[in-house]
């Protein structure tokens, strides 16, 4: 027989919420009615429309207003009713102390652990947002097609800046900056200090950034070329006190400099990190080195743009091209407009000196985070659903008296608020003790300010979350329970109950899985990294950076230098070049000639300047040729190749004896070198082009022997300040460089491990509190098999396969899933590891043992337990 069409139920519900309860029978019972007698006559699917016609009729007073009742039940959020609630709540986590524990332990691990990122977080996606007109503030980029591949740069030509801001009207005002190319000593009283975190500035620096000052003005602070601007902390280092720092003179290499201004210290989320500001007009030495900054081929400053607002970005980057194209002859540069909250995380630039952030750690570690939250809910979740019996008869008795289910669920969501909000009281606290470290490890300034409404607002994120995670569930399962069959007794739960928590183990499980693979993944790769052989010798090479004024007066200053050096006891070898070896960032894309070159073919390569003797300090290998020598005087024309060059310019073999012009000097390639990296194993090693012109050599490379480094660097230093006695003696090792590529990565890698191994510490919590559960619920059960003749391991595996299933399951859901995110991380690299099989093998077989220690003092201690005790009111 065919079941009758019943009418819509979202309208039937609509109905006993919009109608008065005493008339509800009656107005349903018709509806229902004529909505059969219409499905006869005009079908279902025009009866279902007039159905929901008719029901919006009786939308009037005298069908929806209530009876007066003399029982009234009050709002569940009636202060009486949330102190009631608050009441039972408190009792409930006193009474069950050990699960409470467990629940408030892993939230507030799991709070305080999402808090801490979220702060770095949230910091990282701040990045200059700070400023008042950041959102119509923009860095000029200019981009260049070499090789078909667009090479971008972030700097500009000075003169650029003062066409933009004169002839554009929709440029409100231009600014710039000029970073020194080594760093500044300047000299207060009689000390010297030597400032990395210094720049050049425009006299509208300050109009176009936010900045708070401590002491001085910030419209008066750049009418000076003569000024200087501190920092608060910079101020303090100079001269004790900031606040009596303003009108003080400091000395900048032979220019006197007066304080103007000090201002405080820069934010962490700010990409000017600069603690010393110098106006721009007091770079210049002299008037050669104003008209080299205005030649167009010159890009040495940052451009930024402040637009009128509705100006599209799209039409100043076309009106800038024409200006190169009008000034900068038989130019193919292209420029283009960069938001100013976007410059923290683009990294596509061939030369940037402000910081750099990775949107893909940033992702991840907030993806981490969002685990350890998700995770420690899950903890709360199963527990109180596992407990959800114990509380059964007190729902049942509850309903029988009036209770509504919506009060019902209102006070177990308020159970749940109220232990997250001590778990967040815990937290803050843990918060506050690990802020310092944290703050130094991820070199930032975050304070546990309670008066920041940016923090108020992660807490608060992180309490809903939490609430919502972990309590709506709990809440709407408990009060679903039915009183009557509450009160029969037995199992008040369904198997999908079960089913579900043993879901949320799995979840719980898996993620940590994903995390400990993961974990062993990123150390594998750092460590490749680390290790992977360069292509050249950095063991015991440290290397000192001749002041630019030195070498400006010709080569006869570095010489003298490397002179002295090599006569050192304990120095196997000392060379010079143009450029540090590690994060060589020398580019060249002009004019290389050579005989087969294509028309249309502009190629870009790194360019090298060293000398004869730099192969034996880094002991490069090459493959065709030999290397420079000092008794072969036409090798200053000559040039080197190495093999992704060859390879890049399409070059023929035999390579080494073809002719090739570079910088308009035409010589020989005499030589092929092994490819060696230059850069960061994020990227592939670029075509380099090795040339020996030692009048622009600025850094010298010391080779010692093992065991002479403090001897050495005595006597280097000894000898610097012989020759330099004005300049502080600064000297970086080659094998501090090449980590310094991977700081970020290691910062990262380091971070993620912490917070992996709580997220495994929180889940361990949860499982432990689950088998603890297990074991109470089924210790009768456990009783009459030990008096049946059980053993030990019998119980012990009994109560553990359930829970070891579970993760097994885990680890079969985990591994494709951290392969593929693993897999992702590790393309951002040119050169990585493959990723090798046993590390899901051992990521599986830790968590089979840890899940295996926490379950098993549960187990064990109920299997040791007399059987009597269990059994004795049976």
Request: overall charge positive; proline content about 4%.
């Amino acid at each position: 027989m065919t079941p009758l069409p019943k009418p819509p139920r979202l309208a039937d519900r609509l109905l006993e919420w919009l109608v008065a309860p005493h008339r509800l029978e009656a107005i349903q019972g018709d509806l229902h009615e004529e909505f059969a007698y219409q499905v006869g006559r005009v079908g279902l699917r025009r009866a279902q429309w007039r159905y929901w016609r008719d029901l919006l009729g009786f939308a009037r007073p005298w069908a929806v207003k209530r009876l007066p009742t003399d029982y009234s039940s009050p709002f569940f959020l009636h202060p009486d009713m949330l102190s009631n609630y608050l009441k039972i709540a408190w009792r409930n986590l006193v009474r069950q102390k050990l699960y409470s524990l467990i629940n408030l332990c892993g939230l507030a691990l799991g709070l305080a652990a999402s808090v801490l990122i979220l702060l770095w977080v949230q910091n990282e996606l701040s990045f200059d947002s700070y400023h008042r007109k950041a959102n119509t503030t923009y860095r000029v980029t200019n981009t260049l097609k070499v090789s078909g591949e667009p090479w971008i740069w972030s700097s500009s030509p000075l003169v650029l800046g003062d066409l933009a801001q004169r002839q554009i009207p929709d440029v409100e005002r231009i600014t710039r900056f000029k970073k020194p190319w080594q760093p500044i000593n300047f000299r207060v009283h009689d000390d010297i200090f030597s400032e990395e975190n210094s720049a050049f500035i425009d006299s509208t620096w300050f109009a176009c950034f936010d900045y708070e000052f401590l002491a001085g003005s910030a419209t008066h602070a750049l009418d000076e070329p003569g000024s200087v601007i501190l920092t608060e902390n910079k101020a303090r280092t100079w001269f004790g006190d900031p606040q009596t720092a303003v009108g003080k003179t400091v000395l900048m290499d032979t220019t006197l400099l007066t304080v103007q201004a000090v201002v405080r210290n820069n934010r962490p989320n700010s990409s000017f990190r600069y603690d010393v500001l110098v106006p721009i007009a007091a770079s210049f030495k002299s008037a050669a080195d104003r008209k080299n900054d205005l030649d167009w081929n010159n890009f040495n400053y940052q451009l930024f743009l402040q637009l009128k607002p509705g100006t599209s970005t799209a039409k100043i980057g076309q009106q800038l091209t024409q200006f190169y194209r009008a000034y900068k002859k038989d130019s193919t540069l292209t420029a283009s407009l960069l938001p100013l909250k976007f410059i923290h995380f683009e990294t596509s630039f061939q030369n940037d000196e402000l910081p750099k952030g990775s949107r893909n750690t940033v992702w991840m570690l907030g993806l981490v985070g969002l685990v350890i939250l998700i995770i420690a809910s899950i903890n709360y979740v199963n527990l109180s659903t596992a407990l959800a019996s114990q509380r059964a008869k007190e729902v049942g008795v509850k309903k029988i008296i009036g209770a509504g289910r919506g009060a019902l669920f209102g006070q177990f969501l308020i159970e749940s608020t109220l232990l997250t909000v001590l778990a967040l009281g815990v937290a803050l606290l843990l918060i506050w003790l690990s802020l310092p470290l944290f703050n130094d490890f991820t070199e930032n300034q975050f304070s546990l300010d309670l008066g920041n409404g940016t923090l108020w607002l992660l807490l608060l994120g992180s309490v809903v979350a939490t609430v919502v995670l972990s309590g709506v569930y709990p809440a709407a399962l408990l009060s679903s329970l039915l009183p009557v069959k509450v009160l029969k007794g037995g199992n008040v739960l369904s198997l999908s109950n079960a089913k579900f928590r043993q879901g949320l183990v799995v979840t719980q499980f898996a993620a940590s899985i994903i995390l400990i693979i993961s974990t062993m993944i990123i150390f594998q790769q750092l460590r490749f990294v680390q290790s992977k052989d360069p292509g050249y010798q950095r063991d015991h090479v440290f290397c000192l950076q001749l002041p630019f004024s030195k070498m400006m007066s010709g080569t006869r200053a570095i010489d003298v230098m490397k002179r002295q050096l090599r006569e050192l006891s304990g120095v196997a070898a000392v060379t010079s070049a143009n450029q540090p070896i590690v994060n060589n960032m020398s580019s060249h894309s002009g004019s290389l000639k050579w005989a087969a070159k294509p028309d249309d073919f502009t190629p870009a390569v790194s360019q090298f300047s060293v000398e004869p003797e730099f192969r034996s300090v880094f002991d490069l290998k090459l493959t065709a040729g030999r290397w420079f020598r000092r008794d072969m005087r036409l090798d200053t024309a000559n040039v080197i190749l190495n093999e992704a060059a060859v390879k890049s310019l399409g070059l023929k073999a035999p390579v080494v004896g073809q002719w090739f012009e570079f910088q308009s000097r035409r010589g020989q390639i005499i030589g092929v070198t092994q490819d060696f990296n230059f850069k960061s194993l994020h990227e592939k090693i670029d075509p380099m082009v090795l040339f020996d012109a030692p009048g622009w050599h600025a850094y010298i490379f010391t080779k010692v022997n093992p065991g002479a480094t403090e001897r050495v660097l005595a006597d280097a230093e000894r000898i610097w300040k012989a020759s330099y006695p004005d300049k502080p003696f600064k000297y970086t090792f080659l094998d501090d460089s090449f980590a310094q590529l991977y700081k970020t990565e290691q910062k990262a890698g380091q971070l993620f491990n912490v917070f992996a191994g709580i997220a495994v510490l929180i889940s361990c919590l949860g499982l432990f509190g689950l088998a603890t559960f297990s074991a109470e619920r089924r210790h009768r059960e456990i009783g009459v098999r030990k008096v049946l003749g059980a053993s030990v391991q019998n119980i012990v595996a009994l109560l553990s396969k359930d829970f070891l299933k579970l993760v097994l399951v885990a680890i079969v859901i985990a591994s494709p899933l951290a392969w593929y995110a693993m897999n992702r991380w590790l393309q951002t690299f040119a050169y990585h590891v493959a990723m090798p099989w046993w590390v899901f093998v051992l990521a599986g077989l830790l968590a089979v043992v840890t899940a295996l220690l926490t379950i098993s003092f549960q187990s064990i201690r109920a299997a040791l337990t007399n059987p009597v005790k269990s059994l004795r009111s049976e």
